[in-house]
């Protein structure tokens, strides 16, 4: 198994300067050059600048002593899971809505000498506008993380407060992302149902640094894992993703959130235990489902006696 987030620093990339203003914290992205799209349908990234940005808008908030180290209670929090939209809106509408509001994860590492690294560490997305976020709790447990932040997709960049809720065995957390008075921005509901093997599905995440990719697929099974400290449910998919990408949403035909992607399976034809295997064959694609995300809301108890 390979967790599609974890922390990768891209120091090789500083050399690449961003437009004036580029990921200034609660403000505007920069202008041409920055490597900020506008926000719309037919935008184009230029990912190197968009991390560049990213970057020197974190470093002022970490310079500002505005991001702290964070610690991920094992329990539920006394907010209710947001509903799902249920708009009759065409597929583009949809996909534009999913990457309105799904935002990239940015960690400090400790580095050598008491240095912080920077680098991207995962996906997310709103679900409340006053600041709200879901990702996977390997996201933001990270081991030697010094303090998080959030970039929107219109490059505002915010400090991850605190984490609110999380469960260790399904791998889910809900985070406090902290916007200036008066901000809000745009949200996600979560699905009310659990899809069927053959529903179909798409995804926004950010393979590898490919910031805002959309995959389509379908549901391809529903399994548990039995781990040391519980049982761990997934649900398999087609549509693609990979490292990068943890805690991006996994939405159904209405847009309504259904998982979070987690992890891949990578299957070779002879795994005979060398590090560089020549013969793959499948790369599973697993997601936490939304029943597990339910969990650690308020109103769980009647949305799985529903299920």
């Known amino acids: 198994m390979a967790w599609v987030g974890g922390v990768c620093v891209f120091g090789a990339l500083l050399g690449f300067v961003g437009g004036a203003g580029a990921g200034q914290p609660g403000g505007q992205p920069g202008g041409a050059g920055s490597g900020w799209a506008a926000l719309s349908p037919a935008a184009a ?12 808008g974190a470093r002022v908030l970490w310079e500002g002593g505005r991001l702290k180290e964070l610690k991920c209670p094992d329990q539920g929090c006394a907010v209710e899971a947001p ?8 597929f583009a509408a949809r996909v534009f809505q999913a990457e309105s509001a799904t935002v990239v994860f940015g960690a400090f590492q400790r580095a050598e000498k008491k240095k912080v690294a920077f680098g991207t560490a995962g996906g997310g997305f709103f679900i409340s506008s006053s600041g709200l976020c879901v990702t996977c709790r390997h996201v933001v447990s990270e081991k030697g993380t010094k303090g998080m932040v959030v970039m929107a997709r219109d490059g505002r960049v915010f400090p991850v407060k605190r984490v609110l809720a999380s469960d260790p065995v399904e791998d889910v957390a809900v985070v406090e992302v902290e916007l200036p008075e008066g901000e809000e921005v745009p949200v996600l509901g979560l699905a009310d149902r659990r899809l069927p093997v053959g529903a179909p599905v798409f995804v926004m995440s950010h393979p590898d640094e490919r910031f805002y990719m959309l995959t389509t697929g379908v549901v391809s099974r529903h399994t548990l894992w039995r781990e040391k400290g519980g049982v761990a449910h997934f649900m398999s998919v087609t549509a693609d993703f990979a490292k990068g990408s943890s805690g991006c949403p996994v939405m159904d035909d209405t847009g309504a959130v259904v998982g979070i992607v987690n992890n891949t399976e990578s299957i070779y034809y002879d795994n005979d235990g060398r590090k560089k295997q020549l013969d793959l064959q499948m790369v599973i694609k697993n997601v936490t489902p939304v029943s597990a995300m339910r969990g650690l809301f308020k109103d769980a108890g009647a949305d799985r006696a529903a299920e």
């Open 83 to 90: 509903k799902p939209g249920g708009q009759a809106i065409d």
């Open 45 to 56: 990234f230029d990912d190197r600048d968009l991390l560049v940005a990213m970057e020197e």
